[in-house]
Nanobody, 125 residues
Framework: QLVESGGGSVQAGGSLRLSCVGS????????MAWFRRAPGKEREFVAA????????YYADSVRGRFTISRGNAKNSIYLQMDSLNLEDTAVYYC????????????????????WGQGTQVTVSS
């Protein structure tokens, strides 16, 4: 029900834009987020947006380089990734849920009910 796209290979310092589109249900009232899992590491929070796009949160490691946004129909989200570095190499996952306490739980994976299959981002030197 969530499908990511836009991943690929890029050199350090480059940019990519990830997309996540919902299908089968309307996600316009859902809080949505991006997580990632690097090889040999745990899944980690990247960025989140509230259902209306009015509130966003970022991991310290990506703040100032990544931008999360919602599509006009609010059933999709995007992740603009600039100034990519080697540590950004990972599989990126889109997630969605209605989170009662979004402001405290936005970065907690079990709080999300729907997940995409992931898209690979590889940054090389």
């Amino acid at each position: 029900q969530l499908v990511e796209s836009g991943g690929g290979s890029v050199q350090a310092g480059g940019s990519l834009r990830l997309s996540c589109v919902g299908s089968g249900r309307t996600f316009s009232s859902y809080d949505m987020a991006w997580f990632r899992r690097a090889p040999g590491k745990e899944r980690e929070f990247v960025a989140a947006t509230s259902w209306n796009g009015g509130t966003t949160y970022y991991a310290d490691s990506v703040r100032g380089r990544f931008t999360i946004s919602r599509g006009n129909a609010k059933n999709s989200i995007y992740l603009q990734m600039d100034s990519l570095n080697l540590e950004d190499t990972a599989v990126y996952y889109c997630a969605a849920s209605r989170i009662f306490s979004f402001d405290t739980d936005y970065g907690v994976p079990p709080r999300y009910d729907y997940w995409g299959q992931g898209t690979q981002v590889t940054v090389s030197s």
